[in-house]
């Protein structure tokens, strides 16, 4: 059976090299595939996962040890989750985060 990865990969070089009749029937085919195999539309963020940038670090706290390898899209999204809860908690904390991040 043909991966997840495979099949978005496919669906990006069709994208790219949709020119005629028989490229948007070939990208509804693999769309129609994904649908099925996956039970959800492609979303355009799911497409670029090739390129995803992974992150890796070699520190030694319990925040680091938990990020490395794991997908920096994944990770930013959270911190951003996490930024809005201490906003809301703690706005001297957040905007003081948010200087030096400034700076």
């Known amino acids: 059976m043909i991966s997840q990865r495979e099949l978005l990969k496919a669906i990006e070089e069709c994208e790219k090299n949709v020119n005629s009749f028989q490229g948007c029937e070939k990208l509804s085919a693999l769309y129609t595939v994904y649908d099925h195999l996956y039970g959800q539309p492609v979303e355009y963020t799911n497409i670029h996962t090739e390129t995803e940038t992974i992150i890796e ?4 706290n319990d925040f680091l040890k938990a990020i490395n390898g794991k997908s920096a899209v994944k990770i930013w999204n959270i911190v951003s989750e996490l930024m809005e809860s201490v906003k809301l908690i703690q706005p001297r904390l957040y905007d ?8």
């Open 57 to 60: 670090t070699d520190g030694d």
């Open 96 to 103: 003081a985060v948010m200087q030096k991040i400034q700076e």
